[in-house]
């Protein structure tokens, strides 16, 4: 199963806010993410991963344009 950032979020029922208070980033921050404008660093996937119960290997990471 591969599910994106952003309906990982979702399937949780967090707003971006709500997701960047837990992490302790900026909800600017789960914007790039999601719209993959910015990679996750590993500490912060981890940290996505146990909020979200999934693994590392389940999360589709957008590509990078640039």
Known sequence: ???TIKAA?????LTQEEL???MGVS???VLDWENG???MRPAYLR???YLT???EDDIIMPNINT
């Open 1 to 3: 199963m591969a599910i």
């Open 53 to 55: 119960k999934l693994n």
């Open 20 to 22: 960047a208070e837990k």
């Open 47 to 49: 940290l996505f991963c």
């Open 9 to 13: 979020r979702v399937n949780i029922g």
């Open 27 to 29: 909800r600017s921050t």
């Open 37 to 39: 404008k910015r990679l």
